[in-house]
C-alpha cells in the first residue's frame, strides 16, 4: 500500500515540475529578448501545451493531456527506480 502511495506522489511531482517549467517558460523568454514564437506541442493530435512571447506580454496554456501524461511518467520512474534504490539499501 506505500508503494502505491510513494508512487502517485512521484507522479503528483512529476506534474508540478510540468506546471512550473510550462508556466515559467515564456517569463524566461522574454527575459532573453526571445519573442514572437508560439511553440504548440503536439501529441496524438492533441496539444500537450502552448507557449507564445510578444512584446506586449507572454502566454501559457497547459492542457489535461499534459498533465495526464507527466502524472504516467512520473509513476514510470518511481517504478523504474525503486529497484535501484532497494538494491542500495540492501547492500548498505
Given amino acids: 500500500m506505500m508503494k502505491i502511495l510513494q508512487s502517485i506522489l512521484c507522479g503528483f511531482g512529476f506534474v508540478m515540475i510540468y506546471v512550473v517549467i510550462i508556466l515559467c517558460a515564456p517569463f524566461i523568454l522574454k527575459m532573453f529578448s526571445i519573442l514572437g514564437i508560439p511553440i504548440h506541442a503536439t501529441i496524438?493530435?492533441?496539444?500537450?501545451?502552448?507557449?507564445?512571447?510578444?512584446?506586449?506580454?507572454?502566454?501559457?496554456?497547459?492542457?489535461?493531456?499534459?498533465?495526464?501524461?507527466?502524472?504516467?511518467?512520473?509513476?514510470?520512474?518511481?517504478?523504474?527506480?525503486?529497484?535501484?534504490?532497494?538494491?542500495?539499501k540492501n547492500r548498505e
Fill in 44 to 88: 496524438f493530435g492533441t496539444g500537450l501545451f502552448e507557449m507564445e512571447t510578444s512584446q506586449g506580454g507572454f502566454y501559457s496554456h497547459l492542457s489535461l493531456l499534459g498533465c495526464i501524461l507527466s502524472f504516467l511518467t512520473g509513476i514510470f520512474f518511481y517504478y523504474l527506480l525503486y529497484p535501484i534504490q532497494e538494491k542500495q
